[in-house]
């Protein structure tokens, strides 16, 4: 110790879990160093046998309540370590800083960003000065503080603050408690009441819980605090290891809130979620010592397969909300840590779910430091096929036939098309056709659904790095098939090689509207004479791969629609055939055909060019509505801003209202300003239902003018009036 100046000095001892040890006064003179040996006597200090008969008294000094004061002393002598720490050799600490969002019961986190931190320290963890809380309080400028050592060990924070012991509680048997709480005088400032949690067997400092005072009745009732917990290092030295500030977001009351599907007014605050700020040291080290270094909480999955069509290897789990991730080894197992304590909504996929599109399987998990093990079991083939197929598309035992498109060096392909033909008996007596199921891969992945099993199949893949052909046949009981095509120039798409002058038809089937039809059958007779069957798949598509040019007589059904038949020519190479069926009308062709070997859609480029320039109140591309993972279009428009979702108590419909303002009329009064919805640059009728909108995965993109002065020009006649509320766009691909 480096003495202030020479004199007569005193020094005591303190240990933690012992009485003090005060050795006799001694001189120190001008230059001298004096060695002093202690010889601890201390007698230790049995907190479990103090009897707590006063829980009120406003005792701070340890000698104003012997009572108070011992068990305070041990406290204070934890968190007097903490503080004496900076003046030795520093410590090098590693600890983590988070921001978490927690569900509206506290328990799950749906979002959390952490930062990491290595450096020379005393304090992974430190407040603001103790002379500022105790002027400003504790809630300031819509901040919340927790106190540290400096703030708790100071005299502002002893003159404030009423101590009482706290007897132990059935969630901390062992436990001795340290109440305090602000006095009488603090009534109007944003204080903290809280007790220090010590172990009556060792007197050691566990645990810090605190509550914030003075704030809204709401918030106090929702438990808007925090916690320090401690941890004594190998030297003796002591810390906080891990701290937390856990505060609830409120609905404001009045305000309209958005619970399940119905919109509804809150006469009083509510808890919609909490915001929780924290921070947890992973380890200590003083040179070459490691004085603490973490366990962590992990998260362990065994993933269960079903059948050996849905395999575990290679399964891929995500932590919602955080970038937590981890993939299962042969046997199906994931570990993913450290991460921090709590519960997350897991989601898990294989590559093949990810190949079908289809949604990742959910399940609750716990992080913690145990050794507990979640198990989460994977669909089994036939339930892949009922989710990435529609019901009528395999209502009579038919499989999914799905593969990968790649170039020769090996570069998967977009656009390519995939056709696979078998013959089916005909009507007439010894007579036989040919029924094609067709598909355009994305991104190099294709499926066909309602393929037969058991019969011999042609594969065919067409596109412009070349063409591929197999021949396939799939088992009685083998729901899934797998295809990998390469397109090669060198091979053709037919066995026998077809003539360069040969077509590939697509067809797109939509009501009069826009909707793509999906299950639409095509009869279509070839200009050689031969009938070929297609049925369009869930995106209204069907292709037809190898055809004559000429003409094609095409018969067009589907269930809810007028029946006919169209004659369309088509050429050599890549030809699209758009049909529009309706229910009171004879199918027509549409007005838009486009033959070669590209097509050319440019009704995304005012779309794309606002989205750049930031025109609009709000915009999501592709990508972005993909992160935000909505189950249905319409729930992407709960956080966008200027919207807010209503449902018409007449006819269920959710429609948009604006957040700017009501519509006033002199005849009807005040009611909801709906905001007017276009689809693909075309207006759709007022009363239009947002939960009809097509999925998300089928949209390029979303836009919200949340105003009349935001509104594009090109919308301006049909849709600017007096009481314009704003304007929704809506993009599918």
Same mark, same amino acid.
């Given at each position: ?68 004061? /011992? ?11 903490? /503080? ?16 978490? *969002? ?125 916690? @320090? ?12 290891? =891990? ?42 080290? !003083? ?18 397969? /079903? ?74 083939? !036939? ?15 038919? &499989? ?11 570069? @998967?392909?977009?656009? &390519? ?18 029924? *094609? ?5 994305? $991104? ?61 038809? $697509? ?81 027509? @062709? ?30 999501? =591309? ?37 957040? /700017? ?28 239902? @947002? ?11 979303? $836009? ?30």
């Amino acid at each position: 110790m480096h003495l202030p100046a020479i004199g007569r000095y005193q020094m005591s001892v303190l240990r933690i879990g012992f009485e003090p040890t005060v050795l006799p006064e001694f001189e120190v003179s001008a230059g001298e160093t004096r060695d002093v040996s202690v010889v601890m006597h201390a007698a230790p200090v049995h907190l479990a046998k103090v009897d707590i008969r006063e829980g009120t008294a406003c005792r701070v000094n340890p000698d104003s309540g012997l009572m108070v004061a /011992r068990a305070w002393e041990q406290a204070r002598r934890a968190l007097l370590t903490t /503080r004496l720490s900076a003046g030795d050799v520093p410590l090098v600490g590693e600890w983590i800083n988070y921001q978490r *969002t927690l569900d509206a019961s506290g328990h799950y986190v749906r979002k959390q960003e952490v930062h990491a931190v290595r450096s020379p320290t005393a304090h992974a963890f430190e407040s603001v000065p103790a002379e500022r809380l105790a002027t400003d309080g504790y809630v300031t400028d819509g901040m919340a503080y927790a106190p540290d050592a400096e703030v708790l060990l100071s005299d502002s924070f002893a003159a404030t603050h009423c101590l009482k012991l706290v007897p132990s509680q059935a969630e901390r048997p062992g436990m001795l408690g340290v109440g305090f709480e602000p006095t009488p005088e603090r009534a109007a400032i944003p204080d903290i009441t809280g007790t220090f949690w010590l172990d009556t067997a060792t007197a050691e400092l566990r645990t810090l819980d605190f509550r914030y005072t003075r704030m809204r009745e709401e918030a106090i009732d929702a438990g808007a605090g925090g916690t @320090l917990r401690f941890l004594r290092l190998g030297d003796g030295e002591w810390l906080v290891s =891990d701290w937390a500030v856990r505060l609830p977001k409120l609905a404001e009351p009045g305000r309209a809130v958005l619970t399940g599907a119905l919109s509804r007014l809150e006469g009083r605050a509510h808890v919609v979620g909490f915001e929780v700020t924290g921070g947890a040291v992973n380890r200590v080290q !003083r040179g070459d010592s490691v004085l603490y270094a973490a366990k962590g909480a992990a998260v362990r999955v065994q993933v269960v397969a /079903r059948d050996a069509m849905v395999t575990a290897r290679g399964a891929r789990l995500t932590l919602a909300g955080t970038d937590y991730a981890g993939t299962a080894d042969t046997l199906g197992r994931i570990t993913v840590a450290p991460v921090l304590d709590g519960r997350f909504v897991a989601h898990v996929t294989t590559p093949l779910l990810d190949s079908l599109g289809i949604t990742s399987i959910e399940a609750d998990v716990q992080a913690a430091p145990g050794a507990r093990v979640d198990s989460l079991r994977l669909p089994s083939a !036939r339930d892949v096929l009922l989710a990435a197929c529609p019901q009528d598309s395999v209502r009579h035992g038919e &499989a999914l036939l799905r593969g990968t498109v790649r170039s020769e060096a090996g570069r @998967l392909l977009s656009g &390519a098309a995939i056709t696979v033909t078998w013959r089916i008996a005909n009507e007439a007596p010894g007579d036989s056709a040919e029924r *094609t199921l067709g598909a355009l891969s994305t $991104e190099g992945r294709w499926r066909i659904c309602g393929v037969p099993r058991g019969i011999p199949l042609a594969v065919r893949l067409t596109s412009d790095s070349g063409s591929d052909g197999r021949d396939v046949r799939l088992d009685e009981g083998e729901a899934l098939g797998a295809v990998d095509l390469i397109a090669r120039a060198d091979v053709a798409a037919r066995r026998d090689g077809p003539a360069a002058s040969r077509a590939l038809v $697509e067809f797109r089937v939509s009501a009069t509207g826009g909707t793509a039809l999906d299950d639409a059958r095509l009869d279509v007779s070839l200009p050689d004479g031969r009938t070929r069957v297609v049925v369009t798949n869930a995106g209204g598509q069907a292709l037809l791969p190898d055809v004559p040019p000429g003409t094609l007589r095409v018969k067009t059904r589907r269930i809810g629609f007028v029946p006919g038949q169209v004659a369309v020519r088509i050429e050599a190479g890549r030809n699209t055939v758009p049909i529009l069926l309706g229910e009171t009308a004879l199918p027509a @062709l549409d007005t838009v055909r486009i033959m070669g070997d590209r097509r050319i859609d440019a009704r995304f480029d005012e779309f794309d060019t606002r989205h750049l320039r930031h025109e609009a109140t709000a915009s999501l =591309d592709e990508s972005e509505i993909a992160k935000r993972r909505p189950l249905e279009t319409w729930h992407l428009f709960r956080e966008l801003p200027g919207v807010r979702m209503a449902k018409d108590p007449t006819t269920g419909a959710m429609r948009p209202a604006s957040t /700017r303002g009501l519509k006033v009329d002199a005849m009807k009064g005040v009611s909801l300003c709906f905001l007017t919805v276009y689809i693909n640059g075309a207006p759709v009728a007022p009363d239009f239902d @947002l939960g009809n909108l097509p999925m998300p995965s089928e949209l390029h993109g979303v $836009e919200v003018f949340a105003g009349a002065a935001s509104i594009p020009l090109r919308y301006a006649g049909a849709v600017l009036s007096d009481q314009t509320c704003g304007l929704i766009a809506i993009w599918t691909k």
